[in-house]
């Protein structure tokens, strides 16, 4: 994140995100596939057989029988009619205008395992040192009847790490030449997380 000064002299904190170029590998439809859609992949995989070598040779011959580059990621789009698009075309920055909403997806900051003062914002039990229990968990219902523990309860498990979305963010500027956006507002993840951008219709 970063921050920008916009002509009334406010400070706006924004965060920067690198853009593509995105290229569109795969096209489905209703005929071949059931649904409307356009796989768009990033990141083009180096030449070198040492790079190479990281893309399994299915994934290798899906970028062959296209005749284009492999590419690391890959992301599907639902589209309503696909006969728009073509094989190989190419999604930059250019397609993004300044004060536009957009949404971002990506996954949050994964923090391991937590216990539930903070996984849920429990409170804690009394620090003196007669107290029993100070950052447990204490009682997780009644004994004998149902004797269980109902599914959803609230416990110590894994935190972070999920698909979160972000929506409204405006652009607040455009560099053409690096394919670098600067948007109002944070995003999910930490820095070099690998987001998707939703143009707000």
Same mark, same amino acid.
């Given at each position: ?13 924004? +965060? ?39 893309? +399994? ?24 009619? /696909? ?8 999604? +930059?920055?250019?397609? @993004? ?12 900051? /994964?923090?391991?395992?937590? /216990?539930? @003062? ?21 009682? @997780? ?5 149902? /004797? ?54």
């Amino acid at each position: 994140m970063s921050h920008h000064f916009n002509s009334k002299g406010e400070v706006i904190p924004v +965060t920067v995100i690198k853009v593509g170029p995105c290229f569109i590998t795969q096209i489905k439809s209703e005929e071949n596939s059931g649904y409307n859609a356009v796989q768009l992949g990033y990141g083009e995989v180096s030449p070198q057989p040492r790079k190479s070598k990281k893309l +399994t040779k299915p994934c290798l011959g899906h970028f062959q029988k296209v005749s284009l580059p492999p590419y690391y990621y890959l992301k599907e789009y639902r589209v309503e009619e /696909g006969g728009s698009y073509e094989i190989g075309q190419k999604f +930059t920055i250019d397609m @993004l205008k300044v004060g536009q909403k957009i949404s971002v997806t990506g996954l949050t900051i /994964g923090k391991g395992n937590a /216990g539930n @003062l903070k996984r849920n914002n429990f409170s804690r039990g009394p620090m003196g040192h007669g107290s029993k229990h100070h950052r447990l968990q204490g009682s @997780l219902g009644s004994g004998t009847t149902p /004797g269980r523990v109902f599914p959803g309860k609230k416990m110590p498990g894994r935190l972070g790490n999920e698909k979160c979305t972000i929506f409204g963010l405006e652009v607040i500027d455009l560099d053409e030449k690096e394919n670098l956006l600067v948007i109002k507002g944070c995003i999910p993840g930490k820095p070099g997380n690998l987001v998707s951008i939703k143009v707000k219709e």
